[in-house]
């Protein structure tokens, strides 16, 4: 089973940045798709899509709320996917989560196939 696991949330102040990673294993890395999603503790129920990244790393998409501030990133010999969030809002407040599937297109629509288990990333005004 596939197994993600995020790291770098954590407390910072409005217009800090902040740089998440995402260790994979348990999966030949270079065959998937990553990408980052949050959820506001107000949006329970809701996922936001926040970046995606294909195999080759040669294309990247973003969500409308974060284009410009924030940047995905992979390194296949690593296994790791990153998220360098800059200019932070308090609104950026949330679980962040790393998923994979091997098609990009699943992220983009938010049906990943897997999971990690999430990093708080909480900004302060």
């Known amino acids: 089973q596939v197994q993600l696991v995020e790291s770098g949330g954590g407390l910072v102040q409005a217009g800090d940045s902040l740089r998440l990673s995402c260790a994979a294993s348990?999966?030949?890395?270079?065959?998937?798709?990553m990408g980052w999603f949050r959820q506001a503790p107000e949006k329970e129920r809701e996922r936001e899509f926040v970046a995606a990244i294909t195999w080759s790393g040669d294309m990247t998409y973003y969500g409308d709320s974060v284009k410009g501030r924030f940047t995905i990133s992979r390194d296949n010999a690593k296994n790791t996917v990153y998220l360098q969030m800059n200019s932070l809002k308090p609104e950026d407040t949330a679980v962040y989560y790393c998923?994979?599937?091997?098609?990009?297109?699943?992220?983009?629509?938010?049906?990943?196939?897997?999971w990690g288990q999430g990093t708080q990333v909480t900004v302060s005004s």
């Open positions: 998923a994979a599937d091997k098609a990009t297109v699943a992220l983009r629509l938010g049906t990943p196939a897997d």
């Open positions: 348990r999966l030949t890395f270079s065959n998937y798709a």
